[in-house]
């Protein structure tokens, strides 16, 4: 690897730059410098973004090339190049215009289909936390235990758990918690405001450098927004006693600094028989300083905080005698309460035209108690299988990254390269499984100890565009140390570990036309284990591997319509997995998994926007004999779309749906998950500053199971051996509520 860095670098220094260029800074009607605004050459397929300040410097321009400026919420504009535009400044302002398709042009970039998203969150904004994750073609999750639990994520034939297989940050601040109380990568997302979420970047597979720990299914990282256009206050208010409160303030509103603060509160009974008294408080403040030449620095702390009680997953059977109804519990004691403080900073700076440092650093402190009966009586017959799950956690980390880019020679090829270093540090205390009973008396300690886990990285991605190709060859290293402290023993346990990890990667684009790019991505990834595995296994086998492969096409053959197609593969290797739940580790085989997701976007009118993603499956283990080697809860089947009407007028609104087939619950199929069809629908009506809206979970109040698992219990009078089922976890009945909002 030095040896081709040296080469690459040896060879740009020799190579002459471009012989015409065209830079110049783009603006807005008011004079203001705009990021992120495209520039688009035509001709030879050659692009550039403006930076902070509003710059852009495009090489490899000729007489009679057609350059094209976009940006979502702007009117595009073109011009021909002329003999007098030669390596000259100019300046582009932009007129604001109403979102389209238009607006999107399909470059040679990894991340294309993220540009398609921002159009559904603007034309359809979050509204929810659990509507965050939504937003990711092909993603679905779900909900099982009261409301106060992370969710359960399925993606690409996976079921994740609660982030086993998928890394999830906020500006550049990680989600996933490792070594978990309750399971590996464990994202809790609720400490995120919804209205405060600006755009999501996302990637499936494990293709890219910058992406390391849990990047094997894929990737989501959410931004949130830097500065507010306006106050807002919002109040909700609907079925099972739910309320929620909702002020968005700006405290500073300046030329170059801002601050703003972001609350949030929620309470309601949820819709069970036993309520669920859940309460879930926010509080976020923002600074944000952009002097629009240079510079930028984003200051941001957080508090979070939740409570509630659970009916936990219910077996079938208990329904099906009439023991209980589908909103009922075997035992109302589950439940459990969970915060989170954060502190966070995210600082980038221009060098010059070709060079950009960014920087981000985090604190977060975090507390975490859940008491769950998923048997019932199987191993204590007298006083019930609850177990208490608890943890402590301060975790602290940063990354800074280094971007140069070049302009070479008369063919216009481009060149640029990221540099990143970072750590995480992981001091997890406390960190205990407990047979409990009533959530106050404590049976038996299963585990309990303190874990301290340590991850270094560092990582190099190029990009080489070349006539209509671009490569993008990577390769990230991670060093991981683990250290546990077990707390059971009489005698000091303290036992450590080590490993390092090495995944490259390459992404290949052909970008046939301005309007198609073919593209190969691959790479090797990894997730690691929880440190309790690590140490029980002496280091072997601890940071399971995932080489995969996506093929596919995106398109936009109609103006106004985008088509996106691909195919793709995914390996894992053999690993370790720690069972949160019984304190156990429970290895696991090989796996593959192949399939094919298709989307489409349509701008029908100018108001009417149409989405639907689609995704298919093979997944299976690879070291069981035919028909013992499903991999349970892997969904192979799943879809989503919806139509987002939004216009300047009073009426704005959308409808949306969801499906996951019947999946297997178990090795041999023989107990299977039952699939599910559900729409939702907002309406808002609009006069002035004013909003008034209705909100409505399953419109067609569908009987459905949000999450199911193959599970062996004991009821009261059952066979000490217990019966194993289906038990779920119902999904929410057609459930409505009101908002007003006032902008000021």
């Not at 400026?69 to 030669?86: C, K, V």
């Not at 559904?120 to 999750?141: C, F, H, M």
């Not at 019930?384 to 090829?413: A, C, K, P, W």
């Not at 001091?427 to 585990?447: F, G, I, K």
Request: proline share 3%; hydrophobic share 35%; with cysteine.
């Amino acid at each position: 690897m030095l040896r081709l860095l040296n080469f690459l670098i040896l060879f740009l220094l020799a190579t002459p730059l471009c012989a015409h260029e065209l830079n110049g800074t783009i603006v807005d009607a008011n004079k203001q410098p705009l990021e992120g605004i495209g520039v688009y050459n035509k001709t030879n397929g050659s692009y550039t973004y403006s930076n902070m300040s509003g710059y852009f410097e495009l090489d490899g321009i000729s007489v009679g090339d057609e350059i094209f400026f976009y940006g979502l919420g702007y009117a595009n504009q073109e011009m021909t190049i002329a003999e007098s535009d030669l390596d000259t400044t100019i300046e582009v302002v932009m007129q604001e215009a109403a979102l389209s398709l238009d607006q999107v042009v399909l470059v040679s970039k990894v991340d294309a289909l993220t540009r398609l998203v921002d159009i559904d969150i603007q034309t359809n904004p979050i509204k929810s936390s659990q509507e965050v994750l939504r937003k990711v073609p092909g993603l679905i999750i779900g909900q099982h235990a009261g409301g106060g639990k992370a969710e359960q994520i399925f993606l690409r034939g996976f079921d994740i758990d609660h982030g086993t297989d998928v890394a999830i940050n906020l500006d550049g601040m990680p989600v996933n918690m490792v070594s978990h109380a309750h399971g590996q990568g464990y994202s809790d997302m609720h400490f995120i405001i919804p209205e405060t979420v600006e755009n999501i970047d996302f990637g499936k597979g494990p293709y890219y450098a910058s992406k390391g720990n849990f990047t094997t299914a894929g990737y989501i990282g959410l931004n949130t927004k830097k500065v507010l256009d306006n106050n807002l206050v919002t109040v909700e208010a609907g079925q099972f006693n739910t309320l929620r409160a909702l002020g968005m303030v700006k405290l500073v509103s300046g030329e170059q600094s801002n601050a703003y603060l972001a609350s949030e509160m929620l309470v309601t009974d949820g819709f069970f028989d036993a309520s669920q008294n859940f309460n879930r408080y926010n509080l976020m403040g923002r600074y944000h300083y952009n002097n629009k030449e240079d510079e930028e620095l984003t200051l941001s702390i957080s508090h979070f905080q939740s409570k509630w009680d659970a009916s936990g997953q219910i077996p079938q059977r208990a329904v099906d005698q009439g023991l209980i109804g589908r909103f009922g519990a075997i035992d109302s004691t589950e439940g459990g309460n969970t915060s989170r403080s954060n502190i966070w900073a995210n600082h980038r700076i221009q060098l010059d035209e070709h060079n950009r440092v960014t920087t981000n650093a985090f604190l977060s402190t975090y507390g975490f108690e859940l008491f769950s009966n998923f048997t019932f009586l199987l191993n204590n017959p007298v006083d019930g299988d609850q177990i208490r799950q608890h943890e402590q956690r301060t975790l602290l980390g940063m990354e800074s990254v280094y971007n140069h880019s070049f302009h070479l020679d008369d063919h216009n090829d481009q060149l640029q390269y990221d540099l990143g270093v970072g750590f995480r540090y992981d001091d997890v205390n406390d960190v205990e499984l407990s047979r409990t009973a009533n959530r106050t008396e404590t049976l038996e300690r299963l585990a309990d100890g303190d874990i301290d886990e340590l991850n270094f990285f560092a990582y190099t991605n190029w990009t080489y565009k070349k006539g209509d190709w671009t490569f993008i060859p990577g390769l990230r290293m991670d060093y991981f140390r683990f250290d546990y402290r077990d707390r059971l023993p009489e005698n000091y346990t303290s036992l450590s570990e080590s490993k390092m990890f090495l995944g490259p990667k390459f992404n290949m684009i052909y970008a046939a036309n301005p309007d198609t790019q073919i593209f190969l991505k691959s790479g090797y990834g990894f997730h690691s284990n929880d440190t309790r595995v690590v140490v029980a296994n002496n280091g072997r086998q601890i940071l399971p591997g995932a080489l995969g492969a996506d093929l596919g096409i995106i398109s936009k053959p109609f103006r106004r319509t985008v088509f996106n197609l691909t195919l793709w593969t995914l390996f894992l290797e053999q690993e370790f997995v720690y069972v949160g739940d019984e304190a156990i580790v429970e290895p696991s085989g090989k796996t593959r998994r192949m399939g094919v997701e298709a989307g489409v976007r349509q701008q029908i009118t100018d108001q009417l926007f149409f989405n639907t993603d689609i995704t298919y499956t093979y997944a299976r283990s690879t070291e069981e004999p035919d028909g013992a080697d499903f991999i349970p809860l892997a969904p192979d089947l799943t879809w989503t779309g919806g139509l987002n009407y939004t216009n300047n007028g009073p009426i704005s609104g959308s409808i949306n749906a969801r499906y996951i087939a019947d999946r297997p619950a178990n090795e041999d199929n023989s107990i299977v998950a039952e699939g599910y069809f559900v729409t939702d629908l907002n309406v808002q009506y609009t006069v002035g500053a004013w909003s008034f809206g209705i909100i409505v979970e399953n419109l067609f109040d569908t009987e459905w199971n949000e999450t199911q698992f193959a599970t062996l219990s004991r009821l009261p009078g059952e066979p000490a051996a217990g019966i194993e089922e289906i038990h779920f976890t119902p999904g929410s009945p057609f459930f409505a509520r009101g908002r007003i909002s006032v902008r000021f």
